[in-house]
């Protein structure tokens, strides 16, 4: 099996990516062959054959499962058919790659077991407001979350992320203003509207001011669970009470995808939820998480 890896844009030779050196060790240790591309090359000069230069033919199909940063679902296929020319095969197609990425694509597997939610496609940064109220009329005046199809922007709570009530217009096009202003050209698609459910505290955020919550992400691969995280590195995790880890593999046997991360929590109401899926190759490993012993479990379940 092999791991491919975003390559170091400031260095002429060879080198990993330093935000992955660790995880790049790390797999290497495990047995894995490391592979190298250029993400600038293809994000941004959209040159598939020169990003992956380094990457010689096989002579047989290989296996092959990215980490690195988040593509869009364009950049993933291009990357995805040009390694194909080498005899290397992505772990997940294209199709499954968004069906994690997107919250819309990924709503369909998790629907009974995540927050009620709607979203509404947009172009060039141009949000059509009436139709923002109608698609959020179903949530009547209860709080909100807004995102992108992928991302929020969390740390800018009050301003750009969390919405009182779904009827204060005014306040719901301030945040929605100021959401799409930070994401600017790293807008994904449109926007996601989400109901705001309490979930249990954990902590403030210690430079942004973000209430933490008691959060986990768990890795599955081949439908099989790599392991469960604690989400946020601040706070103090209880020893006492885990996650009911049989009812989230449940829902893993029916998610369209060979390896991706799944997000969960626990309401002050004592519900255990979904809150979003990712796809397993630019999923972040949670800081307190062992990337020696993470790319040990990708080895065992390859």
Not at 65 to 92: A, D, H, S
Not at 103 to 124: G, H
Request: aromatic share 14%.
């Amino acid at each position: 099996m092999n791991i491919l890896f975003c390559d170091n844009p400031f260095d002429n030779k060879p080198t990993v990516e330093t935000d992955y050196e660790v995880e790049f060790i790390s797999a290497k240790q495990n047995g894995f062959t490391t592979q190298l591309f250029s993400y600038e090359s293809l994000t941004k000069d959209k040159d598939a054959e020169y990003a992956t230069r380094r990457i010689k033919h096989s002579n047989t199909l290989q296996k092959i499962i990215y980490r690195g940063w988040m593509l869009k679902p364009n950049q993933y296929t291009l990357l995805y058919n040009t390694l194909l020319t080498k005899n290397f095969q992505l772990i997940n197609s294209p199709t499954e790659y968004q069906n994690c990425h997107y919250l819309p694509d990924s709503y369909k597997f998790i629907s009974a077991y995540t927050p009620k939610t709607t979203w509404l496609t947009v172009e060039n940064a141009q949000v059509n407001y009436d139709e923002v109220f109608k698609n959020i009329a179903i949530f009547g005046n209860s709080p909100l979350i807004v995102k992108d199809f992928v991302k929020s922007q969390k740390h800018y709570w009050d301003t750009a992320c969390f919405i009182p009530s779904a009827t204060e217009k005014n306040n719901v096009i301030s945040v929605v203003q100021k959401f799409v202003a930070l994401q600017n050209t790293d807008l994904n698609e449109g926007l996601v509207f989400r109901e705001f459910i309490e979930l249990n505290d954990l902590t403030t955020h210690s430079k942004s001011g973000m209430p933490l919550k008691q959060e986990y992400r768990l890795f599955f691969l081949n439908k099989q669970l790599l392991n469960c995280y604690n989400y946020w590195e601040e706070g103090e995790y209880s020893t006492d009470e885990h996650p009911p880890l049989d009812l989230f593999m449940g829902i893993a046997k029916n998610i369209e995808s060979n390896f991706f991360s799944m997000d969960i929590a626990k309401t002050n109401q004592g519900k255990w939820v979904v809150i979003e899926l990712g796809d397993g190759q630019v999923a972040g490993l949670p800081d307190k998480g062992d990337p020696l012993e993470f790319y040990e479990l990708i080895r065992q379940h390859c």
